[in-house]
């Protein structure tokens, strides 16, 4: 039986499928490993950064490049995947993902030079870029309206949990052998462990997506309105013929969507994908992944222990869990836009007190700023506010809507671009962040308080609000 919800006088009521919402909620799951290892992939690389600095003698130029290696795959990965989601399908363009999780995580760890690493984390970054793209994209669209946000938004805090499994257990890892530069079991390095350490979610991903149901909107595109049919009848039942009419009335055409349809009058590009890109890069240019990139060195930076600077991150990532949560409760009762304003204000003014403190602090002898007493605790807690204020809004809700924004015939598409974007963006800063912190910490911050302050005036000037809209109707 379907719902109906009780609306002011003079409107249509809004009917609400019956929905097994178990059964979805374990489908997008399964899915969001993909994000879990998104998350573990591009955060590993953290508490490996000083061991590798010292045993490929690295400078600051070239580790920032090994770093950022992965997010040059994952936008070629997120630039093919739209097309590659088209032509095979969501669930085994997860499959693949899986693989190339596997043999980066196999590859990382056996690394024998700077050069080498780059490699194989750039077949990482490729999974990641996949994963970017498919797994919002699916979710979205086997995601009832009234429950999309919500799961939608488990691609963030699958994303988050991996950046804290990946950083507990190069934590846990490091804290055994007593730094990530010594032997450890099998008198094997303790940062070529940390690597592997990636591969049981991997193979855990890559049996998931097996069992996990195709995309109806993809099967209807297809033609395969039958599959998709005994798909929707077991996610939201009686209602399933009526959303497969909506769904092929939706996509308008029989051919597969190009590049072309992309473009528009202005600048080349549709508005609304514009709007997604530029939403999709803001993300970054917050330098919110300096915070899970580089927080081990940076806290080393200004004064803490290696194996305190891991713990201070681990607490970072763990807010990031908690804030995500909160994310997941109110996106789909107060909306996209409300949350994301409120998040580029706590940015802007977490990043500015950050800027400050690291500007106007004493430098040490290799002209490091050092922060000491009530400096140093400042500066722990507007970071970790900072993670809250991006943690309940730009993280989650970024992903949210680029599944949801976009019309149904370009959404692999258009989300592919924007997710591209989204990690050339991470690829700017994170590859010029160990420049920018030779030039001095304070300026670095500033740059991302412009980003956020920028972030609430486009917001307020250019993002839709999508909640409790049908994707057919976008």
């Known amino acids: 039986m379907a719902e109906v919800l009780e609306v002011p006088a003079g409107r249509q009521p809004t009917v609400r499928p019956h929905t097994s919402t178990a059964r979805i909620v374990l489908i997008s799951a399964v899915a969001a490993l993909g994000g879990f290892l998104f998350g573990f992939d591009t955060a590993v690389i953290n508490g490996t950064v000083g061991a590798l600095a010292t045993e490929f003698r690295a400078s600051a130029w070239a580790l920032g490049l090994c770093v950022s290696s992965a997010l040059v795959g994952s936008a070629v990965g997120a630039f093919f995947a739209g097309r590659l989601a088209d032509h095979f399908g969501r669930t085994r363009v997860m499959a693949i993902a899986s693989g190339l999780f596997i043999l980066s995580a196999l590859g990382s760890g056996l690394a024998f030079a700077l050069w080498d690493l780059s490699i194989w984390r750039l077949i990482g970054g490729l999974s990641v870029g996949i994963a970017s793209v498919v797994v919002p994209a699916y979710i979205a669209e086997i995601a009832p309206a009234h429950l999309r946000g919500r799961l939608g938004s488990l691609q963030q805090l699958a994303i988050v949990v991996g950046i804290f499994m990946a950083l507990l257990g190069d934590f846990a ?39 996990i149901p195709e995309s109806p909107r993809y099967l209807v595109a297809k033609g395969r309105e039958q599959e998709a049919l005994g798909v929707l009848r077991d996610i939201i039942g009686d209602t399933a013929p009526s959303k497969v009419v909506e769904i092929r009335k939706s996509l308008r055409a029989d051919r597969p969507a190009r590049m072309a349809d992309l473009r528009g009058a202005r600048l080349g590009l549709q508005p609304i994908v514009w709007v997604g890109i530029v939403l999709a890069v ?30 201070i991150t681990v607490i970072t990532s763990v807010t990031n869990i908690v804030t995500t949560l909160v994310a997941i409760a109110c996106v789909d009762k107060i909306g996209r836009r409300p949350l994301l304003l409120a998040g580029s204000v706590g940015m802007a003014l977490t990043l500015g007190l950050l800027a400050y403190l690291f500007g106007t602090a004493p430098l040490d002898a290799h002209g490091n700023p050092v922060l000491h007493g009530a400096a140093g605790t400042t500066a722990l807690v507007a970071a970790n506010l900072y993670v809250v204020s991006f943690g309940f809004s730009w993280g989650p809700v970024m992903w949210v809507l680029l599944g949801e924004m976009f019309p149904n015939r370009i959404r692999a598409l258009a989300l592919s671009l924007a997710a591209m ?54």
């Open 173 to 211: 890892i490091a804290r055994s052998a007593g730094s990530a530069s010594n032997p450890l079991w099998f008198g094997i390095t303790a940062w070529r462990w940390m690597f592997w350490s990636g591969l049981p979610p991997a193979l855990l991903y890559g049996v998931g997506s097996l069992f």
């Open 282 to 311: 803001l993300q970054q240019f917050v330098g919110i992944n300096v915070i899970f990139y580089y927080s081990s060195v940076l806290w080393q930076a200004v004064g803490f222990s290696e194996q305190d600077s891991l713990l």
């Open 421 to 474: 974007a989204q990690w050339i963006a991470n690829f700017i800063v994170s590859v010029t962040f160990p420049v920018l912190a030779n030039v001095g910490l304070g300026w670095a911050y500033g740059l991302y308080t412009a980003a956020a302050v920028f972030s609430f005036y486009f917001t307020l000037r250019h993002i839709p609000e999508t909640k409790g809209r049908e994707l057919e109707t976008m």
